[in-house]
């Protein structure tokens, strides 16, 4: 499948992009050249491969871990280098008067 100038420019007006006349040849043959490799990916036999991930006809469950803080309790180390600090929070300027 190929890909004309004047689809090339509908699909950037469909985008919101904003192409010169120059730009159209070169995007032209850069979609094309993507396609191509799309119909060369397609045409690959995968009969009897099964899914490396997602897909899979049995479900996979990912493992379930404890919802626990593991990393709390470093307000020093996060704020060391905060401008301005009011006791373990960063100190900001105020904005509404």
Same mark, same amino acid.
């Given at each position: /499948? +190929?890909?004309?100038?004047? &689809?090339?420019?509908?699909?950037?007006n469909?985008?919101?992009?904003?192409?010169?006349?120059?730009?159209?040849?070169?995007? =032209?043959?850069?979609?094309?050249?993507?396609?191509?490799w799309?119909? $060369?990916? $397609?045409?690959?036999? &995968?009969?009897?491969?099964?899914? /490396?991930? *997602?897909? +899979?006809?049995?479900?996979?469950?990912?493992?379930?871990?404890?919802?626990?803080? &593991?990393? *709390?309790? =470093?307000?020093?180390?996060?704020?060391?280098?905060?401008?301005?600090?009011?006791?373990?929070?960063?100190? #900001?300027?105020? #904005?509404?008067?």
């Amino acid at each position: /499948m +190929s890909l004309d100038a004047a &689809t090339v420019r509908r699909v950037a007006n469909l985008a919101r992009l904003r192409l010169d006349d120059a730009e159209v040849p070169k995007l =032209q043959a850069e979609i094309n050249g993507i396609l191509g490799w799309i119909e $060369q990916l $397609q045409a690959v036999d &995968t009969d009897g491969v099964e899914p /490396m991930a *997602g897909g +899979s006809p049995s479900p996979v469950a990912l493992p379930w871990r404890a919802d626990a803080v &593991t990393d *709390g309790g =470093q307000a020093d180390a996060v704020l060391r280098n905060a401008p301005d600090r009011e006791g373990e929070y960063f100190g #900001v300027p105020k #904005v509404v008067e």
